[in-house]
């Protein structure tokens, strides 16, 4: 088991480029998220979903997008770069009622 | 929806000292709190957990209390090490059970 995998670790990105930051578990679990974690700060909810076809907001889902055709996959969307969107990127996977793993992260930079 | 606070921000320990951080939450039908750690640069990992079955569980020197009464859970790290220096992530899931809601996270700092 590789668990919840990330892609890539690190990118820099110019203001109003765009980028996908690719997410994957293998656990076959129905539950998937993205937070972003700034310097020296908590995990922010950005997107999550419950099952393949089915994504809702969380408390940060302003510049971002995500997909989930299937229950492996969950990518997050960047459309317009801006600098506020510096931040360390984790996604998450979890079973209903069962621990919560999160990936390595990915330390995403904006200039 | 949850919400959880978390206390204190920071905790500097002596080692060999204890160290407890505490949380609340405002769903009373919040029943699974996990406890995560996170090193620097490294990725939240659960180190504990508790259903709101119990009032009480125990790994080694760690231990997590529950009052569901007063809504809130605590974790508690004997003999503190120099390894345990990290940020420590309290956590509770929503009534709907989809996703979990994080504290603010304490800075736990273990002097030798």
């Known amino acids: 088991n590789a668990g919840v995998t990330q892609t890539p670790k690190f990118r820099i990105l110019k203001i109003g480029q765009s980028m996908t930051l690719q997410c994957a578990q293998d656990m076959n679990h129905n539950y998937m998220y993205w937070y972003r974690q700034d310097p020296g700060m908590g995990l922010k909810l950005i997107y999550y979903s419950v099952g393949a076809g089915i994504t809702d907001k969380g408390e940060v889902p302003n510049g971002y997008n995500v997909s989930r055709s299937t229950t492996e996959d969950f990518p997050l969307r960047l459309e317009l770069a801006a600098p506020s969107q510096t931040s360390v990127y984790f996604c998450a996977s979890r079973s209903l009622q069962e621990t919560q793993y999160f990936g390595p992260g990915t330390r995403l930079l904006v200039l | 929806g949850e919400n959880v606070e978390q206390h204190p921000s920071t905790l500097s320990v002596q080692e060999g000292d204890s160290a407890v951080i505490k949380c609340t939450y405002s769903?009373?039908?919040?029943?699974?709190f996990p406890w995560y750690k996170q090193e620097l640069g490294k990725r939240p990992q659960l180190i504990i957990d508790?259903?709101?079955?119990?009032g009480e569980k125990k790994d080694q020197r760690i231990a997590v209390t529950l009052n569901k009464t007063a809504k809130h859970f605590s974790l508690h790290i004997t003999e503190t090490q120099p390894e345990d220096s990290a940020v420590y992530f309290c956590a509770a899931n929503q009534a709907a059970g989809n996703k979990l809601t994080f504290g603010g996270g304490t800075r736990v700092l273990v002097k030798p």
């Open positions: 508790i259903r709101s079955n119990v």
């Open positions: 769903d009373s039908a919040s029943n699974y």
